[in-house]
């Protein structure tokens, strides 16, 4: 499979590209700092928000792992609009690194994480922002998409266990009453989606806390 992984320099997307070429797919980082990356891939040097359907159109999947500066969190949005428009009308399948703030908290949907987080939290222009862009993401007409929430703590630098669930929009807590995802465990859920696809769906990852 041809994958395209944009921010793969970054925290989730290093995993993410770990994880693809241990699958042997076939990868391209698409970075504007290639300088970064730690192994030989081909890249795609460019800003997102140049990025043309031209570009991308060689692929089979599309990641989007770009994370927004502080202080410009609505970036999150406009890239993400950004990517589905050019890719819209194309048979590429785009999967977004998403936020858990967009997960419900119940089984009716009635209520999301992003409801519980104060206006005046120092993550919530985050939150909102990529929750906002879900929303967004759902009115770009024909295009292939999948949103993919982790849980609720994110963690970099915890291991790869193996032991993760690929779930539904709802948010998922353990025994313990945690949610937590590794992002060497999230990243590999992401490359089980690859190969067992569920599109144009939002679901989430998680992991055991007792693992990490």
């Given at each position: 499979?041809?994958?395209?992984?944009i921010?793969?320099?970054?925290?989730?997307?290093?995993?993410?590209?770990?994880a693809a070429l241990a699958q042997?797919?076939?990868?391209?980082?698409?970075?504007?700092?290639?300088?970064?990356?730690?192994?030989?891939?081909?890249?795609?040097?460019?800003?997102?928000f140049d990025l043309t359907t031209a570009d991308l159109s060689p692929f089979d999947v599309v990641i989007d792992?770009?994370?927004?500066?502080?202080?410009?969190?609505?970036?999150?949005?406009?890239?993400?609009?950004?990517?589905a428009t050019i890719l819209s009308g194309t048979p590429v399948w785009l999967i977004v690194v998403g936020g858990a703030s967009s997960l419900y908290l119940n089984q009716e949907k009635t209520k999301r994480l992003l409801d519980t987080i104060p206006e005046t939290s120092p993550?919530?222009?985050?939150?909102?922002?990529?929750a906002q862009s879900l929303a967004a993401l759902k009115?770009?007409?024909?295009?292939?998409?999948?949103?993919?929430?982790?849980?609720a703590n994110f963690i970099y630098d915890a291991p790869y266990t193996g032991k993760y669930q690929i779930n539904e929009d709802v948010l998922v807590k353990d025994e313990a009453g945690k949610s937590e995802?590794?992002?060497a465990d999230y990243a590999q859920g992401v490359m089980d989606l690859i190969e067992n696809p569920?599109?144009?769906?939002?679901?989430?990852?998680?992991?055991?806390?007792?693992n990490y």
């Open positions: 499979m041809k994958i395209g992984i921010g793969a320099t970054g925290h989730v997307g290093s995993h993410l590209l770990k042997n797919h076939e990868v391209t980082a698409i970075v504007r700092s290639p300088e970064q990356l730690t192994v030989a891939v081909p890249v795609l040097k460019k800003d997102l792992a770009f994370n927004a500066p502080r202080g410009k969190e609505e970036m999150h949005k406009s890239s993400l609009i950004h990517l993550i919530h222009p985050t939150a909102s922002n990529m009115e770009v007409p024909d295009v292939t998409w999948t949103y993919v929430s982790p849980a995802v590794s992002m569920q599109k144009n769906i939002h679901i989430s990852i998680a992991g055991n806390s007792e």
